[in-house]
C-alpha cells in the first residue's frame, strides 16, 4: 500500500551530514519536516525493531517545483511517539551503499569531509563515478600529500573494518532468527498434531467449545456494558473510569505460553505505525499505557484499528484483546481479535 509520509530530519545527524548531500544533493541548516510521497513498506530492520525500510520519493522542501527523488530510505520512531525520523538514505544497490555510508561517516567525523563537499560531488555521485566506498576514496586522495592520503585511508580501513564486523553479526543473527524459526514450525506441527488428538476426543472438544462460549459470553456482557456507560460522557470522563477486566485469563489455543486477557479501557489515542497499530489507554490507575500490535507480521489489521479510532472519535469505551507471555511485553492482539470467535463482537 502506498502513503505519504512526513519525516524529521536532524540537522547534526548521518542523514543530513552524509546521505542527503552526497545522495539527494539536499542539505539543512537545521532540523525541519519533508515529505515521502509514493512510500511502499519494504520490511523490518534486522538489527533495530524501531526501525522500518520503505523505498519512496522524496520531495524536497525548499525546491518543491523539483523533481521528486526516488530512493530507499530507513525511518526510525526514536523518541516512541509515532513520528519518523530519517536515519539514512540511499539510491543504488543496497550493500555497497550501506559500506559507503560508514565512509562517509567515518571520514566526516575525522574531518576529511563536510556536506559541502558532498554537495560538490553529488554529480558525480549521479552519473555513477562516486558510488561506493572505493570510488570515493580513489577521488579524495589525488593531488593530495601523502600525509592526508593515509589519514583517508586508515579512516576508509576503520569502516570498512566496521562494515565487516556488522555483516558477521548480522549473519549470526540470522542464523539465530533461522533456529528460532525451525523451534517455531517445531512447536506448529506439536500443536497441529495435538489438535488432531482433540479433534478425535469428544469430551476434549466440548471442553474447548465451552471455554470459547464463556470467553464469547463475557466479551459481548462487556460490550454492552460499556456502550450504556458511556452515553453522554465528555472524554475526560471516560478517561477517568479504570480501566478493567472483562474476561478471565486463557491459554493460546496454539499450545504455545501466550495469555490472552479481555480489557475495557477508555481509548486515549490510537495510531498507525507502519505494519503496526499503536494504542494508548487509560489503565486501572488511569495511568496511561501504550501497546503495540503483536500482529504487523501478518500486515496491518485495518478492521480493529478503524474500530480503535471510531471508539475514540465517539467517546465510547472500547473492549480489546491484550496478549502476553511472561517474558514479553502487553501486545494489543488484533489478529486475535479478528479470529470468527472474537470479530462478532466489535465488528458491527
Not at 515529505?35 to 522542501?61: C, G, T
Not at 465528555?234 to 479481555?262: C, D, H
Not at 494508548?280 to 503495540?292: C, F, H, I, L, S
Request: charged share 30%; proline share 3%.
Amino acid at each position: 500500500m502506498e502513503e505519504r509520509i512526513s519525516v524529521k530530519i536532524i540537522a547534526k545527524e548521518h542523514a543530513n551530514m552524509d546521505s542527503l548531500p552526497l545522495r539527494f544533493g539536499i542539505h539543512f541548516d537545521s532540523d525541519v519536516e519533508i515529505e515521502l510521497i509514493e512510500a511502499k513498506f519494504i520490511k523490518l530492520d534486522n538489527k533495530y525493531s524501531d526501525r522500518h525500510h520503505y523505498s519512496a520519493k522524496l520531495v524536497d522542501p525548499v525546491n518543491p517545483d523539483n523533481k521528486p527523488e526516488i530512493g530507499y530510505f530507513i525511518l526510525g520512531d526514536r523518541f516512541n511517539k509515532g513520528k519518523w525520523t530519517l536515519v539514512t538514505a540511499w539510491r543504488n544497490d543496497q550493500n555497497t551503499e550501506w559500506y559507503l555510508s560508514e565512509t562517509l561517516r567515518r571520514l566526516r567525523e575525522d574531518k576529511v569531509l563536510n556536506p559541502k563537499m558532498l554537495l560538490d560531488m553529488h554529480p558525480l555521485y549521479r552519473k555513477g563515478e562516486i558510488n561506493s566506498s572505493s570510488t570515493l576514496v580513489n577521488y579524495l586522495i589525488k593531488d593530495l600529500a601523502q600525509a592526508d592520503i593515509l589519514k583517508i585511508e586508515a579512516s576508509a580501513k576503520a569502516a570498512h573494518e566496521k562494515y565487516l564486523i556488522d555483516v558477521e553479526q548480522l549473519k549470526t543473527e540470522n542464523e539465530n532468527l533461522q533456529k528460532q524459526s525451525d523451534k517455531h514450525l517445531n512447536v506448529a506441527l506439536e500443536a497441529i498434531e495435538h489438535v488432531e488428538v482433540l479433534e478425535e476426543t469428544k469430551s476434549h472438544l466440548e471442553l474447548l467449545n465451552k471455554a470459547l462460549e464463556d470467553e464469547n459470553t463475557q466479551l459481548k456482557q462487556a460490550f454492552t456494558t460499556a456502550a450504556l456507560r458511556d452515553l453522554g460522557k465528555t472524554p475526560q470522563e471516560l478517561a477517568m473510569i479504570p480501566a478493567r477486566q472483562v474476561t478471565r485469563v486463557w491459554q493460546s489455543k496454539t499450545g504455545s505460553t501466550y495469555k490472552n486477557i479481555g480489557i475495557e479501557a477508555t481509548v486515549i489515542d490510537v495510531i498507525r505505525r507502519g505494519e503496526n497499530i499503536v494504542l494508548t489507554y487509560a489503565d486501572k490507575n488511569g495511568r496511561y499505557q501504550t501497546v503495540e500490535d503483536f500482529g504487523f507480521l501478518n500486515g496491518f489489521v485495518k478492521d480493529v484499528y478503524d474500530y480503535l479510532t471510531s471508539c475514540k472519535e465517539k467517546n465510547r469505551r472500547a473492549v480489546f484483546i491484550l496478549t502476553y507471555k511472561p517474558d514479553m511485553r502487553m501486545r494489543l492482539a488484533s489478529d486475535t481479535m479478528k479470529l470468527a470467535n472474537y470479530s462478532s463482537l466489535w465488528r458491527n
